[in-house]
């Protein structure tokens, strides 16, 4: 953030150069998290594997997520599909990651469980979002924007 603002500061208001570096930068950052990522969950996933999990994962992707989206967008004159493309897409990504990083480092040996909870969420939120996301985004589109009335 802090790098951000300085950057932001020497570069001055020139835009189009640097805004495409910082795009460009922030998807290799992010890249290079998921790729970590991948290469450190399976093995904690393995060593820590039982149904509850994928249970509770599942609910949490699904319950535990999308019904405070719901919530948050009762009144907002949105249809019923818009809403739970929201809820689907929505609120998700690296802050769950960090998250698990930050308990198994404050847990100790307690925290494994947590961090394959969380990584078998995270992991399973990449595959169901990845194939889901061309065909919802496609029915979205297809819908056209909403009409005012």
Same mark, same amino acid.
């Given at each position: 953030? %802090?790098?951000?603002? %300085?950057?932001?500061?020497?570069?001055? /208001?020139?835009? $189009?150069? $640097?805004? +495409?570096?910082?795009?460009?930068?922030?998807?290799?950052?992010?890249?290079?998290?998921?790729?970590?990522?991948? @290469?450190?969950? &399976?093995?904690? &996933?393995? *060593?820590?594997?039982?149904?509850?999990? !994928?249970? +509770?994962?599942?609910?949490?992707?699904?319950?535990?997520?999308?019904?405070?989206?719901? !919530? @948050?967008?009762?009144?907002?004159? !949105?249809? /019923? +599909?818009? %809403?739970?493309?929201?809820?689907?897409?929505?609120?998700?990504?690296? *802050?769950?990651?960090?998250?698990?990083?930050? *308990?198994? $480092?404050?847990?100790?040996? *307690?925290? $494994?469980? %947590?961090?394959?909870? &969380?990584?078998?969420?995270?992991?399973?939120?990449?595959?169901?979002?990845?194939?889901?996301?061309?065909?919802?985004?496609? /029915?979205? @589109?297809?819908?056209?924007?909403?009409?005012?009335?």
């Amino acid at each position: 953030f %802090v790098g951000g603002l %300085v950057f932001g500061n020497v570069a001055g /208001r020139s835009g $189009e150069k $640097e805004v +495409y570096f910082v795009d460009q930068s922030s998807d290799m950052a992010s890249m290079i998290s998921w790729l970590v990522f991948g @290469a450190l969950a &399976i093995p904690v &996933i393995q *060593a820590s594997w039982n149904w509850t999990m !994928l249970g +509770y994962a599942v609910l949490s992707l699904t319950v535990v997520r999308m019904l405070p989206v719901v !919530l @948050a967008l009762l009144g907002a004159g !949105l249809d /019923r +599909y818009s %809403v739970v493309f929201v809820g689907w897409f929505g609120p998700r990504g690296l *802050a769950s990651v960090i998250f698990a990083l930050i *308990a198994l $480092e404050g847990l100790h040996g *307690a925290g $494994e469980d %947590v961090v394959a909870v &969380i990584s078998l969420t995270v992991l399973l939120s990449v595959m169901a979002h990845g194939f889901s996301a061309v065909p919802a985004a496609n /029915r979205f @589109a297809a819908k056209g924007p909403p009409a005012d009335g």
